[in-house]
């Protein structure tokens, strides 16, 4: 979904969301970008206008369960962590930067693909608290986002080697109810089911 982030209208940004789900009530991942970022990590960072959007947006977002909000403006490369409510929420991150059915929205900000121009890191460091990942290597990059049903991956490369610099993949995993959640109250009546249809070939189930 992309919003006009110059309009900061969020009545109308919400019924837009709104009805982009509504109109797709079985997808698995739900997706918005815009221009200007929310959590980033350079010069536009303390913009009076980036944090009247830090306060409206995410709480929409949260409230709609957006997986990832893509983002530019900033011109360096930021990678949040899973944020809900304003807060980082721990990610169950894996060695290979596969976070497992985590809470929240991931925000990232990319850094200028064409390299026209960079800004510089926020001294001191003002935003510690949502940053996973921060980048300031003065190179174009590019991310390439990948889907399937229960991954999305974003993988981003610098384009002077095509080294990549970093990748973040969210996995949504089907909960399956292992035999011991089961109650024993269930096993005994499964079991007096049975009884009673066996009752007849086996004396011992009728009192079950």
Request: with cysteine; aromatic share 6%; hydrophobic share 35%.
């Amino acid at each position: 979904m992309m919003l006009n982030s110059n309009n900061v209208a969020e009545d109308g940004h919400m019924a837009f969301m709104k009805s982009a789900i509504a109109a797709n009530p079985k997808v698995t991942w739900k997706v918005v970008s815009m221009h200007h970022s929310i959590y980033s990590s350079a010069d536009h960072e303390t913009d009076a206008d980036i944090i009247s959007r830090r306060n409206v947006l995410p709480e929409m977002f949260d409230t709609l369960g957006i997986d990832v909000v893509l983002d530019g403006h900033d011109h360096c490369y930021t990678r949040t962590n899973q944020m809900l409510n304003g807060v980082a929420q721990p990610s169950n991150l894996r060695a290979n930067g596969t976070a497992i059915n985590p809470k929240g929205t991931l925000y990232m900000t990319f850094n200028s693909a064409s390299g026209s121009k960079y800004y510089e890191m926020q001294s001191p460091n003002l935003n510690g608290t949502y940053e996973a990942v921060k980048q300031q290597i003065h190179v174009p990059t590019f991310s390439l986002m990948s889907i399937t049903n229960n991954n999305l991956t974003i993988s981003t490369y610098r384009t002077d080697t095509m080294a990549q610099t970093d990748t973040y993949t969210i996995a949504k995993t089907k909960k399956v109810t292992s035999p011991a959640s089961v109650s024993c109250q269930t096993h005994v009546q499964n079991l007096r089911s049975e009884a009673r249809r066996v009752g007849k070939e086996c004396p011992r189930c009728v009192d079950l």
